[in-house]
């Protein structure tokens, strides 16, 4: 039995050195994932499958985890402004450069991270980078565009407001991180984006678009060497650090609590339920991928029959207690969310919670060790077929990089998978869900949800 992190870890690299010979003669096909530096810290990822087609760009450490109460939501403003318009480029002109490349540009703000990229033909792969470089270190950030953006960003929030998944989930983490960056939204309150200013975002963008905190990846048609030069060529005087203090790190610390917006006019009640997991650092990440496929999800309207392989599916299915769940496992640097969220009638939520605290409770003491291979088997499969294409390889070297500072090798990872059975699962689902703290965050029909300690008491 594992009875902490270390003796896991170490269990891990035992295992890895024999097994990874065995399954790298499987993934002789799978390229190498080559990495460079360059002096002031930039990191240059990639991996060329040879294609006509390529995926580059970057991934930046600059997400809402990084902003102060005052500022909540510039980073996503930030992201916004980037197609505005440069010293070089007009909106216009920028707009038409990429459509003439038959490129796509596109850009996303995570809680911890940023990311720019853009997929090309594979000898465009210079117009590509000089584009990115441009829009990220040279963006004219024009008051006209900032209060053009600001209207737009008004109007995603109150989009937000109508996709109750996403909703119930910036609930779920202001509740399970309560006063920290964590628990504030991506896109911030409307009181800041009213308010965001040049300055602000100016301020943001000196601290934390600098090269110690980036990752310049690319996957597809696209060769290392040249990749390596482009990003001296582009990116070598970008500076190696912002203000001293700005890349510090909050804790946050995770609280069981709950948030409740009822509205009995609602027909369906939509919650989340979660405990703290781990952050991707953490070995344990692994069982709790494995506990997570094992809770599953399920939807009434597909019709699934009874072989199921989840076990909360079968036994919500057989008696009607809800219309869909969904198990997620989010990780941040140092700490996560490890859940369920579920869509349900007003009668049947209190029975729902509790068949998902038994599931929860029989992961911890009964899973068996058929279950946990057939889940291994699927979360490798999965694993893979999430490789398809250079965009999703893209985004596997770049969330990989800035999480491990290295993209882990298909062999460590099988091996790490492989190694798990059933008394670690039900080890380390006993450490994170055995009397811990629950959060919950719902909407809906809620008037006769159970009270927290009574919830609590379901984690016993």
């Given at each position: 039995?594992?009875?902490?992190?270390?003796?896991?870890?170490?269990?891990?690299?035992?295992?890895?050195?024999?097994?990874?010979?065995?399954?790298?003669?499987?993934?002789?096909?799978?390229?190498e994932t080559k990495v460079s530096q360059l002096s002031n810290g930039l990191r240059i990822a990639s991996e060329d499958s040879g294609i006509p087609t390529c995926t580059v760009g970057l991934w930046?450490?600059?997400?809402?985890?990084?902003?102060?109460?005052?500022?909540?939501?510039?980073?996503?403003?930030?992201?916004?402004?980037?197609?505005?318009?440069?010293?070089?480029?007009?909106?216009?002109?920028?707009?038409?450069?990429?459509?003439?490349?038959?490129?796509?540009?596109?850009?996303?703000?995570?809680?911890?991270?940023?990311?720019?990229?853009?997929?090309?033909?594979?000898?465009?792969?210079?117009?590509?980078?000089?584009?990115?470089?441009?829009?990220?270190?040279?963006?004219?950030?024009?008051?006209?565009?900032?209060?053009?953006?600001?209207?737009?960003?008004?109007?995603?929030?109150?989009?937000?407001?109508?996709?109750?998944?996403?909703?119930?989930?910036?609930?779920?983490?202001?509740?399970?991180?309560?006063?920290?960056?964590?628990?504030?939204?991506?896109?911030?309150?409307?009181?800041?984006?009213?308010?965001?200013?040049?300055?602000?975002?100016?301020?943001?963008?000196?601290?934390?678009?600098?090269?110690?905190?980036?990752?310049?990846?690319?996957?597809?048609?696209?060769?290392?060497?040249?990749?390596?030069?482009?990003?001296?060529?582009?990116?070598?005087?970008?500076?190696?650090?912002?203000?001293?203090?700005?890349?510090?790190?909050?804790?946050?610390?995770?609280?069981?609590?709950?948030?409740?917006?009822?509205?009995?006019?609602?027909p369906l009640v939509h919650a989340a339920l979660a405990v703290e997991g781990c952050g991707w650092m953490n070995p344990e990440s692994i069982p709790l991928l494995i506990a997570n496929i094992l809770?599953?999800?399920?939807?009434?309207?597909?019709?699934?029959?009874?072989?199921?392989?989840?076990?909360?599916?079968?036994?919500?299915?057989?008696?009607?207690?809800?219309?869909?769940?969904?198990?997620?496992?989010?990780?941040?640097?140092?700490?996560?969310?490890?859940?369920i969220y579920l869509v349900t009638d007003e009668k049947t939520f209190n029975d729902m919670l509790s068949t998902v605290q038994e599931e929860w409770h029989r992961l911890c003491t009964s899973v068996?060790?058929?279950?946990?291979?057939?889940?291994?088997?699927?979360?490798?499969?999965?694993?893979?077929?999430?490789?398809?294409?250079?965009?999703?390889?893209?985004?596997?070297?770049?969330?990989?990089?800035?999480?491990?500072?290295?993209?882990?090798?298909?062999?460590?990872?099988?091996?790490?998978?492989?190694?798990?059975?059933?008394?670690?699962?039900?080890?380390?689902?006993?450490?994170?869900?055995?009397?811990?703290?629950?959060?919950?965050?719902?909407?809906?029909?809620?008037?006769?949800?159970?009270?927290?300690?009574?919830?609590?008491?379901?984690?016993?």
């Open positions: 039995m594992f009875r902490n992190i270390t003796k896991l870890a170490t269990s891990f690299r035992r295992v890895i050195s024999p097994y990874s010979t065995q399954v790298s003669e499987k993934i002789l096909n799978f390229p930046i450490d600059a997400g809402s985890r990084y902003e102060t109460e005052a500022n909540n939501g510039v980073a996503h403003f930030l992201e916004h402004m980037a197609f505005k318009g440069t010293e070089k480029r007009s909106q216009t002109g920028l707009e038409l450069e990429v459509e003439d490349m038959g490129a796509h540009l596109n850009a996303c703000t995570s809680r911890e991270q940023t990311i720019f990229q853009a997929k090309c033909l594979t000898k465009d792969v210079r117009k590509a980078i000089d584009i990115l470089s441009d829009i990220i270190q040279s963006s004219k950030y024009g008051q006209s565009e900032i209060e053009i953006e600001r209207g737009v960003i008004l109007r995603e929030m109150q989009e937000i407001e109508m996709n109750l998944q996403e909703l119930v989930f910036d609930h779920l983490h202001a509740a399970a991180f309560q006063n920290t960056p964590l628990g504030r939204t991506i896109l911030g309150p409307v009181e800041n984006i009213k308010s965001i200013s040049r300055k602000d975002l100016v301020d943001f963008k000196t601290n934390h678009y600098v090269a110690s905190k980036m990752v310049l990846a690319g996957a597809g048609g696209v060769q290392h060497e040249e990749l390596v030069k482009l990003a001296e060529e582009y990116f070598g005087s970008l500076k190696s650090h912002g203000a001293d203090g700005a890349d510090f790190l909050h804790t946050c610390k995770f609280t069981g609590s709950e948030s409740r917006l009822c509205d009995q006019s609602m809770i599953g999800n399920w939807d009434r309207s597909h019709g699934s029959g009874g072989n199921i392989y989840s076990k909360l599916a079968h036994n919500v299915g057989a008696k009607n207690l809800c219309h869909s769940f969904l198990s997620f496992n989010t990780c941040y640097k140092d700490t996560g969310l490890w859940g068996t060790d058929e279950e946990v291979n057939r889940a291994k088997n699927l979360l490798l499969t999965n694993s893979l077929l999430l490789l398809d294409g250079s965009t999703p390889i893209f985004e596997d070297i770049g969330r990989q990089m800035l999480n491990y500072n290295r993209r882990i090798p298909l062999p460590e990872m099988e091996a790490r998978i492989e190694m798990i059975n059933a008394d670690i699962v039900r080890e380390v689902c006993s450490n994170y869900l055995k009397r811990k703290p629950v959060t919950i965050a719902a909407i809906g029909p809620i008037e006769k949800l159970m009270d927290y300690d009574t919830l609590q008491r379901g984690m016993q």
